[in-house]
Every structure is written in structure tokens, then in C-alpha cells.
């Protein structure tokens, strides 16, 4: 089976610095897959080339068998890639019920005209979107008493929720999760962690995250790829990736990735 995205020699320059560097890797359909480094590693450069805010000075970007790059954001979203952000980027002044709207919109087909006269169409299909908007707040365990809700009065996790929501509104096929659990505290974290799994196995969605949580990215990735100054330097199970010495370096430092050597114990379990 081909993989859903298929990152060949991904490179990505800003004038002389080199953020990502020949970077291959894919990723199969119905995983769950983390992608790791430290900070500065490159992580969110290449999310951002997976979505089309940055062209890919070099290498190709292929999801679901089509040639992504140069891809306008709108438009990746329409062929099934939905994400998060690592800084919330709800609009803040909108409810919750409207931002998890506003997702949708990528998915509704009437135009100007059918908005302007408001059709019976126009109305079936806003009063589908709304029933959608609504089991979404309540499939993220917002309910819709959070609905009305202006998205910046929103409890922090909460917050994340509704991004979660507003991702899966754009019904993807791919969802991208940056830093999902940053700032979120150990039941917060918990309970997302679960909500990943329930989108994956409920939802048949394929999730690509980056996190620094090392115990919630280790406990639930399948496979980890982990990037350092732009290049990729280790793959495979997280308990490859967590005792190899590449990356026992890159966040630790040399010392301890020579005490590391020979199978030594995962230093990422109380991180």
C-alpha cells in the first residue's frame, strides 16, 4: 500500500541558513506518528511545508498520490490535511460553535449567489454545518454548553479542544497536531492523549504530531522520526528512538550519549 505522505529529499532554505535538509520519510495510512527533536530542530518548518505556507526549496511532497508542493494552504485543506498549532490560533472574538464553522467552510459548495439570497440549499446546507459543528464541540468533550462560548474565554485545554475540533471540521484525511499538549496539565494531557487515539481509530484519520512531552510522544506514536539542526538522524519504534545514541546527544549532550551506548535504559521516560 502507498504510503498517505511521502516526504522525498526535503529541503527548505531561508537565504543562507538551511532549515530542513534532505529529510525523507512517509508515513502509512492509520498510524500514529511523532516527530521529535530539540528546539530549532526543523519540526515545524517541515509542518509548515506539509500545509503549504512554505514551498520546499527542494525534494517533493506527495500526499495520497498527488504532488503537494507549492500547494496553496486552502487548497491543501480541501485535498485532506487539517492541523493545530503550536501558539493557539483560534480567532479569539468568534464562539466556539463559529470557529468549528469556520473549518467547515472549505467543505460547503454554495456560492455567492445562494449566499446572497439565501436558497432553501443555502439553508439545508448551514443547518447541516451547524448539526456537524455541534457533535464536534461534544466529540471533544466541549459539549454544547461551551458552544456560545467567545473561544478566549475558554479554559487553556479547553482551547486546545476547540482546535482539535475545528482540524476535524475540515474533514481530513491527515491530521497534523503541533505541540498538542503544551502548557496542558497531567489529566489535560491524559485526556487528549486519549482523544488522539479515538480520532484515529474512530474517525480512520492518519495524525502526524510534534511534541515535546517526551512520555505522551513515546507512549503513543507507533513510529518517531527525530530531526536535529534540520536533518533527520534517527527513525524507527520509540524504543529504537529513545536508546539511540544520535538522539541521547542531541538532547543531552555527548557525555551522555556515551553512557547511553550498548542498550542502556530510555532516558526520555520522565521527561
Not at 544520535?246 to 526520555?268: I, N, R, S
Request: aromatic residues 6%; glycine residues 12%; neutral net charge.
Amino acid at each position: 500500500m502507498a504510503p498517505l505522505l511521502l516526504a522525498r529529499g526535503i529541503t527548505k532554505r531561508f537565504g543562507g541558513l538551511t532549515a530542513v535538509s534532505d529529510v525523507s520519510f512517509e508515513i502509512e495510512k492509520g498510524s500514529i506518528v511523532g516527530l521529535i527533536g530539540p528546539n530549532g530542530a526543523g519540526k515545524t518548518t517541515f509542518f509548515n511545508m506539509i500545509t503549504g505556507l512554505y514551498t520546499p526549496s527542494d525534494g517533493d511532497m506527495i500526499f495520497d498520490g498527488q504532488r503537494i508542493n507549492g500547494t496553496k494552504p486552502s487548497e491543501v485543506t480541501k485535498l485532506g490535511i487539517g492541523r493545530t498549532f503550536q501558539n493557539i490560533r483560534l480567532f479569539a472574538h468568534m464562539t466556539a460553535l463559529e470557529n468549528v464553522l469556520v473549518g467547515q467552510h472549505c467543505r460547503m459548495h454554495t456560492g455567492l449567489l445562494g449566499t446572497l439570497f439565501r436558497t432553501p440549499s443555502m439553508r439545508a446546507e448551514e443547518k447541516e454545518a451547524r448539526h456537524k459543528a455541534f457533535e464536534l464541540l461534544e466529540y471533544v468533550g466541549l459539549g454544547r454548553n461551551s458552544a456560545d462560548e467567545m473561544a478566549k474565554n475558554l479554559p487553556y485545554g479547553d482551547q486546545r479542544r476547540l482546535e482539535v475540533a475545528r482540524a476535524l471540521a475540515t474533514n481530513p484525511k491527515l491530521l497534523l497536531l503541533d505541540e498538542p499538549t503544551a502548557g496542558m496539565n497531567p489529566k489535560e494531557t491524559d485526556a487528549l492523549t486519549k482523544l488522539i487515539y479515538q480520532v484515529r481509530d474512530e474517525r480512520d484519520l492518519t495524525v502526524l504530531l510534534i511534541e515535546h512531552d517526551m512520555k505522551v510522544v513515546m507512549g503513543i506514536s507507533e513510529r518517531v522520526t527525530v530531526l536535529d539542526r534540520g536533518i533527520k538522524i534517527s527513525e524507527g519504534l520509540p524504543r529504537e528512538v529513545q536508546t539511540d545514541p544520535k538522539v541521547v546527544e542531541a538532547y543531552l549532550g555527548t557525555g551522555h550519549a556515551a553512557k547511553g551506548k550498548g542498550g542502556g535504559a530510555p532516558v526520555f521516560d520522565k521527561a
